[in-house]
């Protein structure tokens, strides 16, 4: 499938319609989808996601092959939160190595554990390298709080590149499945609160803060954190889009949590879920182009 032309400052592709985004991506090197089995014992985050043998782990041209296919004009991508840093450095080059080979279609993020040695100094050399952000960042599964100094720091460090921090969220209600985080609403609100200036993205509508956006104060609190839709159809009904349009349509990102599901049918899910064209348009690149700093 050829992919169509985009026009970044237009948002528009060549048929007219609105550019889409991906906000939420994991990818890995072969090396590392490779030794899988060996890694399934040495994080345990990563064995509680990937025992399951259908849990996909695809590569970067496995990515870009979805994207064509799917009509998506860029993919904000990152490898794994993961407890060593050796590992998180391993990743990191791969995403490198990735944005080197599609600096138009892949925007990296770098992963790192704050509470280990050096992770502001990773987190800087790879912002210096050209990755465009921090995350996809999971205390849970890395073994540090949200009131942890050391993610403080790191945050601090990203900001001071005006660099966006995904954090992963989760709901404190509803079904129990693997890597579910549910203890992150009133940490996460209270760690951007301590970092007014940061400019965060909670993943998987933020595990549901996003309504809490419906308090003045909260609003006030929240008004530089955005919100992925990572994963949205395994977690929420559709109306989802327009309830969530109307409390903060301008702060909706875009993302599917690729590989974990299929990205044609998830936009398709956008476009006939009833909002108006200008919230659907911020939500499929808008919102995203202005966070990235892709406008002009």
């Known amino acids: 499938m050829r992919l169509p032309i985009f026009d970044f400052c237009l948002g528009l592709s060549e048929n007219g319609s609105v550019m889409v ?46 994207m064509d296919q799917a009509g998506i004009a860029k993919a904000v991508t990152f490898n794994f939160a993961w407890t060593d840093p050796g ?36 987190l800087e050399r790879c912002l210096s390298a050209g990755l465009h952000g921090l995350g996809e960042l999971m205390p849970d599964g890395q073994g540090y709080s949200f009131d942890d100094p050391a993610l403080d720091r790191i945050v601090d460090c990203a900001s001071e590149h005006q660099a966006p921090v995904l954090i992963h969220a989760g709901e404190p209600v509803g079904h129990s499945y693997a890597g579910k985080s549910n203890c992150t609403l009133q940490p996460f609100y209270h760690l951007a609160r301590r970092h007014p200036q940061a400019r965060f993205v909670a993943a998987h509508w933020g595990g549901g803060l996003i309504f809490y956006e419906l308090m003045p104060e909260v609003r006030a609190t929240l008004q530089n954190v955005y919100y992925d839709t990572a994963a949205s159809p395994l977690l929420y009904q559709d109306n989802i889009w327009t309830i969530a349009a109307q409390i903060a349509a301008s702060k909706v990102l875009f993302a599917t949590d690729w590989p974990l599901l299929s990205t044609a049918p ?19 690149s808008g919102n995203a182009a202005r966070l990235l700093g892709m406008e002009e």
């Open 21 to 66: 985004i991906d906000c939420h991506t994991h990818i890995f090197s072969p090396e590392m989808i490779a030794q899988r089995e060996e890694f399934l014992g040495r994080d345990r985050w990563f064995g509680l996601l990937y025992a399951n043998q259908r849990s996909r782990m695809a590569t970067a041209e496995e990515l870009i092959a979805e």
């Open 87 to 122: 590992l998180c450095a391993a990743g990191n080059d791969y995403i490198l190595d990735a944005v080197s080979c599609w600096p138009d279609r892949l925007v990296g993020f770098a992963l790192v554990n704050p509470t280990t040695r050096g992770a502001s100094a990773e």
């Open 266 to 284: 998830f936009v398709e899910r956008v476009r006939n879920a009833g909002l108006t064209a200008e919230a659907r348009d911020g939500i499929l």
